[in-house]
């Protein structure tokens, strides 16, 4: 079996901002995670001779639009707590300032409904103070006004961290809210790069994968 993904020369550079765009199937999760694996490379399904490269000062974080692993039995406190470096004064103050009620932090993850699941999973990640995201589908699940919200906090993070990020996500102001590039996916290939409102997707005349954030 050959590899699903071939790319001449795909470069996310410091501090890019990249959106996958595409209809379902397109490979848009499955590159993510993709990516994710290559960067843990104790994964069985992680192949070392892999043309995926990370300049060895990544701090990664990705959020898994499933979020399989989250704990839902664990308190939110004790979910946020087991981040390095944050006490359970600190803990309460950052849940508090996300919109939790202290009664409810001390109460388990699976009590809360799947919007504000996907906001404390973000939140920890925050914490973990990476300098590379990859989202998959980080604000699908919130009402309007949080969406309007997260949008806000990824670009803030981006701006004044200069944090890389690649994003998923299906509506086009999110895109264009969120990334400063789009990467248009087909069979699980980024096939025509270009800013925000110049990439369709769909697009007679795929181009060749050239470099994003090359310097």
């Given at each position: 079996v050959g590899p699903r993904y071939t790319v001449a020369r795909l470069v996310i550079g410091a501090g890019e901002r990249v959106a996958l765009r595409?209809?379902?199937?397109?490979?848009?999760?499955?590159?993510?995670?993709?990516?994710?694996?290559?960067?843990?490379?104790?994964?069985?399904?992680?192949?070392?001779?892999?043309?995926?490269?990370?300049?060895?000062?990544?701090?990664?974080?990705?959020?898994?639009?499933?979020?399989?692993?989250?704990?839902?039995?664990?308190?939110?406190?004790?979910?946020?707590?087991?981040?390095?470096?944050?006490?359970?004064?600190?803990?309460?103050?950052?849940?508090?300032?996300?919109?939790?009620p202290y009664e409810r932090m001390q109460?388990?993850?699976?009590?809360?409904?799947?919007?504000?699941?996907?906001?404390?999973?973000?939140?920890?990640?925050?914490?973990?103070?990476?300098?590379?995201?990859?989202?998959?589908?980080?604000?699908?699940?919130?009402?309007?006004?949080?969406?309007?919200t997260m949008r806000g906090e990824i670009k803030r993070l981006q701006k004044t961290l200069k944090t890389t990020m690649i994003v998923v996500t299906h509506a086009p102001l999110n895109e264009n809210s969120m990334a400063e590039t789009i990467a248009a996916m087909e069979d699980g290939l980024p096939q025509h790069l270009g800013a925000p409102g110049a990439v369709h997707s769909r697009h007679p005349t795929p181009l060749a994968p050239r470099v994003v954030g090359a310097r």
């Open positions: 595409g209809p379902n199937g397109s490979g848009k999760a499955t590159l993510l995670s993709v990516l994710a694996a290559a960067f843990a490379p104790f994964q069985e399904h992680y192949d070392g001779r892999a043309a995926v490269r990370y300049n060895p000062a990544t701090k990664f974080v990705y959020f898994d639009q499933g979020m399989a692993d989250l704990p839902l039995d664990t308190s939110l406190l004790d979910y946020v707590g087991e981040v390095k470096a944050v006490n359970n004064a600190q803990a309460v103050a950052v849940l508090a300032k996300a919109g939790f109460g388990p993850i699976r009590e809360l409904s799947y919007g504000e699941q996907s906001r404390l999973v973000f939140l920890r990640l925050k914490l973990m103070a990476p300098n590379f995201y990859l989202l998959d589908e980080p604000i699908s699940s919130l009402n309007a006004v949080l969406r309007s």
